[in-house]
């Protein structure tokens, strides 16, 4: 029989030692929604790239999903900031 090697620790190399870290708030744009723009044009391309086998880092489909979403989500913050008068979430 074959003799096994030990398995590794799935600790994380962060030194807190907890995992993912929370990135600090996301830093202001400019101009979001041109930036939204450039993110959708930057997925089509990457899923184009996908379909026809030329994507070789298939990693940066979710960053720049999740990207899209931050910036839908501070245009969302930002249009519930302007109706409320900064009055915070507004419940």
Known sequence: MA?????????????TGRGRQKSKKAEPVANPAQRLAELREEMFRLRFQFATRQLTNTSRIRTVRRDIARMLTMQRQQELAATT???GRGR
């Open 3 to 15: 003799e096994r090697k030990p398995r590794q620790s799935r600790q994380s190399s962060s030194p």
């Open 85 to 87: 008068g900064g009055r």
